[in-house]
């Protein structure tokens, strides 16, 4: 643990030219954490229907070591927190969306789930096995997409890409061939087998990521931005998709994504991250609840009665007037419709209609990483 | 091992290393000849450029026929059978590392290392189809050359064999060592340039080390180069090789190498990543 304590140290006299004191002590807190000496940790008792859990996972990006300077530039000066305690979990055949703004942890996350880093402390498990002492096996029960297609064998056929990719997983070569047919078949690509991946277009090329995914029947998905680069169609379909896939194999998946309208028709459970924590973990109807203030839009025969309206609405407690635009008003209201009416005393006049309007998921979340609670939320 | 039961765990079929190695070796040679063959034009061009140097030397050798000690009689010869040693050993020492380098300007290695293919496996398997293409080449150019006269001794071949399967061994130790610090610096390979740069000049390939000055001959005994180009000449160019180091010091010299330094290099190779795993730099290539 030595390089914890020297990266610390640097990292302490960092502190002073540092622009955000803050996420350096917090990252500070983590290395010490991790670098105190404690005796071994007992397996946790793990859901038993659970199959990827992360426990209280914190991962900080530490500067390179002097020596690998002279390597390679470091791309940090200080010590970064990219994810802090962390937990999780996913049961078979659920889809948890992973929604965040950039840097928010979620590559972090996924990586520490595919064994490519190592959490700085805690620990991460799928299908009850250690993702940083079983890195191995782990990557045999997951499949992953990463969200770019550059991963993919472009100068080979769709076929090609599945072979390789099958070879790589061990697969008997006969069961292999049949399976590779299978896999094409349920993404779409079946007439494009023989074709090549520079030949494809953007929405084919995600849908054999999602094909060499799938190909070897994994216990977990871990889909990064698989919708990504696609247009609204081919994205509905790909989700259409990755949920048959998910209910036929029993398998549990993790998908990140910036389309939150994609993530909201999925009707699954959210992890909503920012700055490496986690502000909410549960459904978005119930994320509606605590956030959502309920909106109304009242529409009035004439311009100047809405204007009117607003004035008297702006003076009443626990009534916020949101928008004026032309003859409609919209207000943010946690009380009932009734007692608006009721407290403006008849001056609401030239009321032609009432609807309730929510509020888009993009802008809800927004307002809640905006706003930014003390504490993580957690449903 | 976690506390919860999973019984699909106990289903799966048991690993067998061999056929995984070897279905991952099969992969990764498939996988270099398509790209290989995906610009045929540069595949010919690379092939073809192996060649150039057995003409030089040829026309070199008209003007300067003049047998050095420790070098053979016939300068062709020895210089040919340098180019094959350097050759053998480029292989070993380049064949990983430009396949990493492939791997990670495409943005393949991620993928690869989310693969279950144990990490130590892929300096193995990723080499596959390097060696092939280097055999091939030192196949062709022992051909081309024994055409245009080169005197190779036949009663050699089987010795000069074994000296250059350590020489691969030996130059996939190096490489695999360089591709160990490639895979933290992301790009570059500066350890392999410097080593390559020195190899020219002190193995021996072009004029014997008997001709270097006292301190760098000690050099040149550290560059496994040197033991492979002089056992190669010594077991397969014509002449007189009374000086220098005996056939079995050097072949059991390479022995050692060989059989400490591949081991060490794979061990340091899965080091590498573990610790790239710590630092989180094994993604983003």
Request: glycine share 8%; aromatic share 8%.
């Amino acid at each position: 643990m030595a390089r914890f304590k020297q990266s610390g140290t640097r990292a302490a006299r960092g502190v002073k030219r540092a622009h955000d004191p803050e996420k350096i002590a917090r990252a500070n807190a983590i290395l010490r954490a991790a670098a105190a000496k404690k005796p071994k940790q007992p397996a946790p008792t793990l859901p038993s229907d659970a199959l990827v859990v992360t426990d209280r996972v914190s991962k900080v990006y530490v500067p390179s070591p002097p020596w690998m300077k002279v390597l390679l530039r470091s791309s940090i000066r200080f010590p970064v927190v990219a994810l802090e305690d962390c937990s999780i979990d996913v049961k078979a055949g659920e889809i948890l969306a992973v929604v965040g703004p950039n840097g928010a942890g979620k590559s972090t996350l996924f990586r520490v789930l595919t064994g490519l880093n190592t959490p700085t402390t805690g620990r991460a498990f799928v299908c009850g096995l250690d993702t940083t002492t079983k890195s191995h096996e782990v990557r045999r029960l997951i499949g992953f997409a990463p969200a770019d297609d550059s991963s993919l064998l472009l100068r080979n056929t769709c076929r090609e890409n599945l072979v390789f990719h099958g070879q790589l997983q061990g697969m008997p070569r006969k069961h292999l061939q049949k399976r590779v047919s299978e896999t094409l078949d349920f993404v779409g690509l079946g007439p494009a087998a023989d074709r090549v991946g520079i030949a494809l277009s953007t929405g084919m090329k995600a849908r054999l990521q999602l094909a060499r995914a799938l190909l070897h029947r994994p216990r977990v998905l871990i889909l990064d931005e698989p919708t990504s680069s696609v247009d609204p169609i081919a994205a509905y379909e790909l989700l259409e998709l990755i949920k048959q896939a998910v209910t036929e194999q029993g398998s549990a998946a993790l998908i990140s994504s910036h389309r939150l309208e994609e993530i909201e028709a999925l009707h699954n459970d959210v992890v909503l991250l920012d700055d490496g924590l986690i502000r909410y973990r549960g459904d978005l109807d119930s994320l509606r609840r605590i956030w959502d203030q309920p909106r109304m839009e009242i529409r009035f025969h004439a311009d100047a009665e809405c204007q009117r309206a607003a004035k008297v609405l702006d003076q009443m407690h626990d009534v916020d007037v949101v928008e004026v635009d032309g003859d409609v008003l919209t207000v943010a209201t946690s009380i009932g419709l009734g007692k608006i009416f009721s407290q403006a005393n008849g001056q609401l006049s030239g009321v032609q209609s009432i609807q309730e309007v929510r509020l888009p998921l993009r802008e809800l979340l927004a307002k809640i990483l905006i706003e930014r609670a003390e504490q993580p939320i957690q449903s | 091992m976690a506390t919860s039961t999973h019984s699909h765990l106990r289903t799966r079929r048991r690993e067998n290393p061999i056929s995984r190695l070897i279905a991952a070796n099969n992969a990764f040679m498939v996988l270099g000849w398509r790209q290989a063959i995906s610009y045929p034009l540069g595949f010919v061009m690379t092939q073809l450029s192996n060649f150039v140097p057995i003409f030089v030397f040829y026309f070199v050798a008209t003007q300067v026929n003049n047998p050095s000690q420790g070098f053979g009689s016939d300068y062709f010869t020895s210089v040919v059978i340098g180019l094959l040693g350097i050759k053998i050993l480029d292989t070993g020492l380049r064949g990983f590392g430009l396949q990493m380098d492939m791997a990670i300007n495409r943005g393949w290695l991620e993928m690869f290392l989310v693969e279950p293919v144990r990490w130590r496996y892929l300096p193995i398997a990723m080499s596959q189809w390097p060696i092939a293409q280097g055999l091939f080449a030192v196949l062709t150019t022992i051909g081309i050359t024994i055409w245009l006269g080169a005197d190779f001794q036949t009663s050699g071949i089987p010795l000069a064999l074994l000296i250059g399967a350590l020489g691969l061994v030996s130059g996939l130790a190096i490489g695999t060592l360089s591709a160990a610090v490639k895979v933290l610096a992301k790009s570059g390979d500066p350890i392999l340039h410097l080593y390559t740069l020195a190899a020219q000049i002190f193995s021996g390939v072009y004029f014997p080390i008997s001709d270097l000055p006292e301190p760098l001959r000690l050099l040149s005994y550290a560059l496994p180069q040197t033991y492979v180009i002089q056992g190669l000449r010594r077991v397969l160019a014509p002449g007189d090789f009374a000086t220098g180091l005996s056939t079995p010091t050097l072949i059991w010299t390479l022995v050692i190498f060989s059989a400490l330094a591949y081991p060490l290099a794979i061990w340091v190779w899965g080091r590498s990543l573990n610790y790239g795993r710590q630092l989180g730099v094994l993604s983003g290539y």
